[in-house]
Antibody, heavy 118, light 107 residues
Framework: EVQLVESGGGLVQPGRSMKLSCAASGFTFNNYDMAWVCQAPKKGLEWVATISYDGSSTYYRDSVKGRFTISRDNAKSTLYLQMDSLRSEDTATYYC???????????WGQGVMVTVSS | DIQMTQSPASLSASLGETVTIECRASEDIYNGLAWYQQKPGKSPQLLIYNANSLHTGVPSRFSGSGSGTQYSLKINSLQSEDVASYFCQQYYDYPPTFGAGTKLELK
């Protein structure tokens, strides 16, 4: 059974940093591209970033370019999202998801809440 | 970015009814469309990909259709467990973009 378990969320002040983790199991992690998708409270879904199966390629939405870094450790089957210079508009639930080669998302974690507020 | 417009924003239907949700793309997305179901308090789950292919384990009462810029999700014989929000997503072009969602409730 595919399992994606996020951790690392919470309350953070504007301008500060936070790092999210996603532990994967139940599938061959290093064969899959992975992504982060967020959902602001009571809002829709927004793609944040994608990383290729081997970590060689990364893609970001414009609003997080230069502030967020997606990475992975295939030996630990873990995906990361380093979020720097956080803004109030980054407040959302962040989901880790496995990304197919066509960039739809076939398995999702339970999500982790990030609140950016002073 | 490709804009995805979903309709209706909310929908109320009775058990056993057939429900259709529409999604329109701002340009041709060549069937690069997925549908997700998100139950209250849960994470999204993939239902349909490539506009009309059913994801593993998804009940056959769900179906997708469409082409070009117009796509739809149909739920036959609505069940109580189908109460959820539904989102479309295009993946034909970067960045992947989602519709705003349709909230489905029981009448």
């Amino acid at each position: 059974e595919v399992q994606l378990v996020e951790s690392g969320g919470g309350l953070v002040q504007p301008g500060r940093s936070m790092k999210l983790s996603c532990a994967a199991s139940g599938f061959t992690f290093n064969n899959y591209d992975m992504a982060w998708v967020c959902q602001a409270p009571k809002k829709g879904l927004e793609w944040v970033a994608t990383i290729s199966y081997d970590g060689s390629s990364t893609y970001y939405r414009d609003s997080v370019k230069g502030r967020f870094t997606i990475s992975r450790d295939n030996a630990k089957s873990t995906l990361y999202l380093q979020m720097d210079s956080l803004r109030s508009e980054d407040t959302a639930t962040y989901y880790c998801a496995s990304a197919t080669d066509r960039d739809y998302f076939d398995y999702w974690g339970q999500g982790v809440m990030v609140t950016v507020s002073s | 970015d490709i804009q995805m417009t979903q309709s209706p924003a909310s929908l109320s239907a009775s058990l056993g009814e057939t429900v259709t949700i529409e999604c329109r793309a701002s340009e041709d997305i060549y069937n690069g469309l997925a549908w997700y179901q998100q139950k209250p308090g849960k994470s999204p789950q993939l239902l349909i990909y490539n506009a009309n292919s059913l994801h593993t384990g998804v009940p056959s009462r769900f179906s997708g259709s469409g082409s070009g810029t117009q796509y739809s999700l149909k739920i036959n014989s609505l069940q109580s467990e189908d109460v959820a929000s539904y989102f479309c997503q295009q993946y034909y072009d970067y960045p992947p973009t989602f519709g705003a969602g349709t909230k489905l409730e029981l009448k």
